[in-house]
């Protein structure tokens, strides 16, 4: 066994072993995530909670509306908080939604006289881990956490086929579960896919 191929091996046996264990958290949270996802009708409630407040916003930034400061306001009075779309904005009436993981908020404005209603639509603790999953509403570094456990797995993936290649003996058993699985994908695809 040559200097080289023992470096590859405990190479790939450290990468393999420290690189799950780092991602484990994640890599747990997808799996369970995903399978809550592919079963959502199993795990949600299908009616999510609503509430509904009213208030009043000042008419003066209303008028010629100064949507930034309209913003603030409603983050400060009634807590409308997270990603929001871009305003609706008409002669009578504004209209903004925002977005947060597994809820939202979804605010109009009568322009004349500075009457608030806003609906918070909440989805639970479901509806947060699904929306995790889906990287809907969880911004940029969220977005680079779900690309990083995409990298762990093909680390992860890429390590064990190295480790499995090593095997003198098993490799063949090994080579036939490999195709057997890919076989099955495969399968799926093509017989049973509508």
């Known amino acids: 066994m040559s200097p080289l191929y023992r470096w590859v091996i405990r190479w790939a046996r450290n990468v393999h072993l420290y690189i799950t264990l780092?991602?484990?958290a994640l890599l747990l949270l997808f799996?369970?995530?995903g399978f809550m996802l592919n079963h959502e009708d199993w795990f949600a409630t299908t009616d999510p909670t609503t509430r509904e407040v009213t208030g009043q916003l000042p008419t003066d930034v209303l008028q010629e509306p100064d949507l930034f400061a309209v913003g603030e306001l409603l983050r400060k009075n009634f807590g409308a908080t997270g990603l929001a779309d871009k305003p609706d904005v008409d002669?009578?009436?504004i209209r903004i939604n925002y977005k947060q993981v597994g809820r939202s908020v979804e605010v109009e404005i009568?322009?004349?006289t500075g009457a608030v209603t806003a609906?918070?639509?909440?989805?639970?603790?479901v509806g947060v881990l699904l929306d995790l999953h889906r990287g809907k509403?969880?911004?940029f570094l969220w977005s680079l956490i779900i690309d990083g456990v995409c990298v762990l797995m093909l680390l992860i993936s890429a390590t064990g086929l190295v480790m499995?290649?090593?095997?003198?003996?098993?490799?063949?058993y090994g080579l036939v579960t490999l195709l057997a699985g890919v076989g099955l994908i495969v399968g799926v695809y093509v017989w049973?896919?509508?």
Do not use: Q
């Open 22 to 24: 780092f991602g484990l």
């Open 31 to 33: 799996a369970v995530t």
């Open 91 to 93: 002669p009578d009436l």
């Open 110 to 112: 009568r322009r004349e």
């Open 119 to 125: 609906t918070y639509i909440s989805r639970g603790l």
């Open 137 to 139: 509403s969880t911004g």
């Open 164 to 172: 499995w290649w090593t095997l003198k003996g098993r490799g063949r």
């Open 192 to 194: 049973f896919m509508p």
